[in-house]
Nanobody
Framework: QPQLAESGGGLVQAGGSLRLSCKAPRMILSTFSGNDLEWHRQAPGKQREMVASITTGRVTNYADSVQGRFTMSRDNGKRMVYLQMNNLKPEDTAVYYC???????WGQGTQVTVSS
């Protein structure tokens, strides 16, 4: 029973877009809204890396590789976090995970595959 559940991955051509979602149905509102959130990804044969983060005040930060293409957001009332991915590139191919760093909560990931 993971604390987080990702969805929205799939197969897309280079230049296309996807929107990933992550839900935390077992977290109470105060816990969800009081924690910073992150998106990580792991490509085949590579280590997991953080691609985006968002604070409780909705301040975002992005890895250089996705800056200007990805947008992270959160909806505390729905206990949801999102990652809008535009202008996707083949090097974005990976399994994407959402993460609550302070609590060490992870989902099981959603596969994103970008073809050229």
């Amino acid at each position: 029973q993971p604390q987080l559940a990702e969805s929205g991955g799939g197969l897309v051509q280079a230049g296309g877009s996807l929107r990933l979602s992550c839900k935390a149905p077992r977290m109470i509102l105060s816990t969800f809204s009081g924690n910073d959130l992150e998106w990580h990804r792991q490509a085949p044969g590579k280590q997991r890396e953080m691609v985006a983060s968002i604070t409780t005040g909705r301040v975002t930060n992005y890895a250089d590789s996705v800056q200007g293409r990805f947008t992270m957001s959160r909806d505390n009332g729905k206990r949801m976090v999102y990652l809008q991915m535009n202008n996707l590139k083949p090097e974005d191919t990976a399994v994407y995970y959402c993460h609550v760093r302070a609590l060490n909560y992870w989902g099981q990931g959603t596969q994103v595959t970008v073809s050229s």
